[in-house]
């Protein structure tokens, strides 16, 4: 289990407002509200940095002609045994 750590922030006052009728309508407290906050930041960061990282090696390595014809040779061949009714 990690350890907690007590911390203070400074939030403009509508902000504070806006989050605590959020966390109340979800019935969270404050520091679950922040918490999941800022988890769904990093995860939605790391996501994308996943993202960039996949777009950039395609880049450097993208699929051959040939690799695209079997592909598209392939799905072909699969789509074509299926019953569609």
Known sequence: ???TVKIAISLPEELLHA???E??????TRSGFFRHAAE???SQQRAQEAVTRY???YRQ????EEEIALAHHLSIAVL???SWS
């Open 1 to 3: 289990m990690s350890k």
């Open 40 to 42: 769904h930041l990093l």
């Open 23 to 28: 966390r109340r309508t979800r019935g969270e």
């Open 19 to 21: 989050v605590e009728g």
């Open 80 to 82: 074509t045994q299926e």
């Open 55 to 57: 777009i950039e090696g």
């Open 61 to 64: 390595q993208p699929e051959t």
